[in-house]
């Protein structure tokens, strides 16, 4: 078992946001109403760039271009999400890819999702933490 993460490593994990930077990547998920409310339906846009302004070379993992895994905070609830894009001979755009998932959150509170991506081969999990309004 490895060292554990420095205390600023893990306040920064904990921090609510919708933007997070994943080896040279920057990720962002962005709830189209700017929010998301609980029993709602939200529409939520997850976009890829590189710091260095280069291509972003998506490929499919198990038959979609990203995956996008929530969790409450007391991981009781569990949804699985697929990106509305679906044809895969279709790639998203090579330099600022964007997806859209759709998701309904019954209750209020804290919440985690995981995106999923394979860039050009090598899989990169970025995490995203946010409130659920009432």
């Not at 998920?29 to 280069?54: C, F, H, N, W, Y």
């Not at 209020?108 to 995203?128: C, H, K, M, S």
Request: aromatic share 8%.
């Amino acid at each position: 078992m490895g060292a554990e993460p420095a205390s600023e490593v893990i306040a920064e994990a904990h921090q609510l946001s919708w933007v997070k930077t994943v080896e040279d990547c920057r990720f962002e998920m962005q709830p189209k109403e700017g929010i998301v409310r609980a029993g709602k339906e939200a529409q939520i846009t997850l976009s890829i760039t590189r710091l260095d302004g280069g291509a972003v070379a998506l490929r499919p993992v198990m038959g979609a271009y990203a995956h996008v895994v929530a969790f409450d905070e007391a991981r009781t609830g569990f949804a699985h999400l697929h990106p509305q894009e679906v044809d895969l001979t279709e790639p998203p755009d090579a330099v600022n890819p964007k997806l859209t998932f759709r998701i309904t959150i019954p209750t209020a509170g804290r919440y985690v999702t995981w995106a999923q991506i394979n860039l050009d081969g090598t899989e990169l999990f970025a995490p995203f933490r946010f409130e659920v309004m009432p």
